[in-house]
């Protein structure tokens, strides 16, 4: 599975910004995908996750609330819809899929800078 995350960008907080993830190689129903990020100096993090059919969806409890993970299997897309943003929500986005029931994610897309102004 190769992933190309997109939609990363500079944004004062309060505001909103939406990534995507595109999908090709695979049956993209077959994969959970989720989002993590990496902050400058820090570990990366876990941020949401969505089941294959997009029925089950698991956020970190600090963007509980402010960010919506979904997808559109028909065009093998993954979208993390961000609003009232932070300062601290500044980071490298990434995009990754993990199949079937896995809980371990096997492909990894590049990342998408994400900047929050305060």
């Known amino acids: 599975v190769q992933l190309q995350a997109s939609g990363g960008g500079l944004v004062q907080a309060g505001g909103s910004l939406r990534l995507s993830c595109a999908a090709s190689?695979?049956?993209?129903?077959?994969?959970?995908m989720g989002w993590f990020r990496q902050a400058p100096g820090k570990e990366r993090e876990f941020v949401a996750d969505?089941?294959?059919?997009?029925?089950?969806?698991y956020y970190r409890d600090s963007v509980k609330g402010r960010f919506t993970i979904s997808r559109d299997n028909t065009k093998n897309t993954v979208y993390l819809q961000m609003s009232s943003l932070k300062p601290e929500d500044t980071a490298v986005y990434y995009c990754a899929a993990r199949s079937g029931g896995n809980v371990k994610y096997d492909y990894w897309g590049q990342g998408t800078q994400v900047t929050v102004s305060s």
């Open positions: 969505i089941s294959g059919s997009g029925g089950g969806t």
């Open positions: 190689g695979r049956t993209f129903s077959n994969y959970g």
